[in-house]
């Protein structure tokens, strides 16, 4: 399956990186000024990138907008029609512009309103527990960082842990795009402690106990 990357920030340079080096096949990076981006993709020295407008990068299988969340209601919007069938990875959290609190009601999470906006694409959440730092350096004293995994769709899920296992990652299946409510929360939790311990913004998760990656079933 073919993966996108949209956006040139942290978390999208981070994700094109990872995806480029361990996934396999190429990876469209999708960007406003795709010969600049293309100057930026030589520097990582990695072969499979390939960059081109947002609207090229909607051609893919796999479509990850590394956008904040106020942007993702417009951005659906804009294109619901053409990412029918797709699936979209939420990797948002709807932080207030001082992190202090959320921007979605207690009993709603950004991944459930961005499926709520594309009904008839599939949108898997994953990423939200992991700063762009710790793509630098996934593995922390010989453990790897987790990444939680949900969707409503288990096909969905299935196929996005299969496409990016490769990565220097653990990718557990997290259950229904609804366990984001708490995902999201529990993320901004994790970026206070980093902040409290001097940390940031290197922390992710690391849940004991699992042996490996369970498979999506």
Known sequence: MKISVLGTGNMGKALVKQAAAYAGGQVFWGTRNPAEAAE?????QLDGIVTGSYEEALQTDIIIPAFPASAMIEWAAAHKEKIKNKIVVDISNPFNDDFSGFTTAWGESSAERLQSLLPE???????KNTFFKVFENPVFEDQKSDVLVTGDDEEAV??????FEPLPFRFLHAGRLANNRTIERFTLLEL???VRYGTYPYISLQLFG???AVPAN
């Open 121 to 127: 694409s599939k949108v898997v959440g994953a990423f």
């Open 40 to 44: 930026l993709a030589k520097t990582f």
């Open 158 to 163: 299935r196929q996005f842990i299969e496409r």
């Open 210 to 212: 699992i042996k490996e």
């Open 192 to 194: 206070e402690l980093a």
